[in-house]
């Protein structure tokens, strides 16, 4: 099947789509250092680096598809959408359509007539309503306007946990197929997959370190930062210490949530991995971490790039250049649909 990939990042999400006869051809990404890491991992496929809203960017998007294709992906940022019930009129943008990336989804599904097409994003896109042709309309209402009567749309927020992917991530999964054809939702697997089970076999590493396995080094830290955490017992947070908590320079307390300065736990999928996961004071951030005979707890550090690969169902050769960025992969790992879940859905189309 011939695809393209719409708002793709580093097509993160795509990475097993050979595997399901998905071959993407074009893609089209906002920013330029994410869709160079796109290129350099897939360089069989078109990348086309713009705004989407751009008519030059649009055009050449279409004209790199050659006319219909079979597959369409699309994970429109939110920007631009209004929660309905809020004062409509205060939201300029709520006024205005060109401002919905959406609408540039049902541009290119009425240009290219792809039989499949899957959008993806945060649960909270069923929620937002646009301001569409006359009426605020969610986004399933906008698609069943418009295609009700040719795709069988459906929609469901699925968690990645369920599907054999290490970490725990809630997506909001629209998929149409053609009537006629078939796709089936994954089935729902009943052993989840650990920490332990995924990067229980790597070896510590403290802040700073670097071991000789590819990606799998530490970031170095704040020396409190690291005392706190060293404190920290695996599935705790900082804030939970009687003596090691997180404080200013004059021994006050830093005011914050449990969910910061506070390590994984081993025998759980991962939580769900941000776009922040390089900074300990983020959300769950840290390495779960061993009990060492002092009593302290090693790996006082944020998960390795490594680590977050196979945490996201990366797998741990993963084709990038040597050189890339580590904030990049960590950005764009946190942004990301992991690509096992992905797999699982694609699996379900009856391509016959």
Not at 47 to 75: H, M, Q, R, W, Y
Not at 159 to 172: C, E, H, I, K, N
Not at 316 to 345: A, H, V, Y
Request: glycine share 6%.
């Amino acid at each position: 099947m011939k695809g393209i990939s719409l708002f793709a990042s580093a097509g993160i999400g795509e990475t097993f789509f050979e595997e399901c006869g998905v071959d993407i051809i074009v893609a089209n990404e906002l920013i330029e250092k994410r869709a160079n890491l796109y290129k350099a991992i897939s360089p069989k496929t078109k990348v086309i680096c713009g705004d989407i809203t751009n008519k030059e960017i649009f055009n050449s998007i279409i004209e790199s598809a050659g006319g219909k294709i079979d597959f369409l992906l699309a994970s429109p940022p939110c920007q631009g959408m209004s929660i309905a019930g809020k004062n409509r009129c205060e939201d300029t943008m709520a006024n205005d359509e060109r401002n919905y990336l959406i609408t540039y989804v049902i541009k290119a599904i009425n240009k290219l007539s792809p039989s499949y097409i899957l959008i993806e994003n945060v649960p909270s896109l069923f929620k937002l309503k646009l301001n569409y042709k006359g009426d605020f309309r969610t986004v399933l209402e906008i698609l069943e306007y418009e295609y009700g009567d040719k795709y069988l749309i459906e929609h469901k927020i699925l968690d990645s946990s369920d599907y054999g992917v290490p970490q725990t991530r809630l997506r909001a999964i629209i998929k149409m197929n053609i009537y006629g054809t078939k796709w089936d939702w994954p089935a729902i697997e009943p052993n989840k997959k650990t920490v332990r089970d995924a990067i229980g076999h790597l070896p510590s590493l403290e802040s700073g370190e670097k071991s000789n396995i590819k990606w799998h080094f530490a970031r170095k830290h704040n020396t409190n930062h690291i005392t706190w955490m060293k404190n920290t017992p695996t599935g705790k947070s900082a804030f939970s210490n009687e003596v090691y908590f997180p404080q200013k320079e004059d021994g006050t307390r830093i005011k914050g949530y449990e969910s910061s300065y506070r390590r994984i736990k081993w025998d759980e999928p991962a939580p769900t991995i941000t776009i922040r996961n390089d900074a300990i004071s983020s959300q769950r951030n840290v390495h779960p971490g061993r009990l060492l005979p002092n009593g302290l707890y090693s790996d006082a550090r944020v998960l390795t790039p490594l680590e977050l690969m196979i945490l996201n169902s990366l797998p741990e050769d993963w084709n990038i250049p040597d050189d890339t960025p580590e904030i990049l992969i960590r950005q764009c790992i946190g942004e990301s649909i992991p690509p096992l879940m992905l797999k699982k859905i694609i699996r379900g189309i009856h391509n016959e």
